[in-house]
């Protein structure tokens, strides 16, 4: 069985920095896609960065330069280290993950919709 512990988050003022991690326990294959995905309420999930097995990391455009997805050595852990953030990242945040059969998601891997297995959110709060 598949678990997502996430572990991180809180508030932050304009500018600051957070660290998002993500435990995986269990098996989801050697091809897989894994990745952040948040959610303002009232609106739809974003998917914010993901990375599939073949390693390739891909970001929406909105975090593009502040924040870092990686993967540790032995590749159960996820993090996601969050730069100079901003108001606009306030957000619920979803570690997630599924199997990839070709090794990789492509593009869809910032897409909400390919995820099977969600961790449980946390709440990143960044006040101006």
């Known amino acids: 069985q598949v678990r997502l512990a996430v572990s991180g988050g809180g508030s932050v003022q304009a500018g600051g920095s957070l660290r998002l991690s993500c435990e995986i326990s269990?098996?989801?294959?050697?091809?897989?896609?894994i990745g952040w995905i948040r959610q303002v309420p009232g609106k739809e999930y974003e998917g914010v960065a993901g990375?599939?097995?073949?390693?390739?990391?891909d970001y929406a455009d909105s975090v593009k330069g502040r924040f870092t997805i990686s993967q540790d050595n032995a590749k159960n852990t996820l993090n996601l280290q969050m730069s100079s953030l901003k108001p606009e990242d306030n957000a619920m945040y979803y570690c997630?993950?599924?199997?990839?059969?070709?090794?990789?998601?492509?593009?869809?891997?910032?897409?909400?919709?390919?995820?099977?297995?969600w961790g449980q959110g946390t709440q990143v709060t960044v006040s101006s």
């Open positions: 997630a993950a599924t199997t990839a059969y070709s090794g990789s998601c492509g593009y869809e891997v910032l897409s909400w919709l390919i995820y099977y297995y």
């Open positions: 269990g098996s989801i294959g050697n091809g897989y896609c």
């Open positions: 990375i599939s097995s073949d390693g390739d990391p």
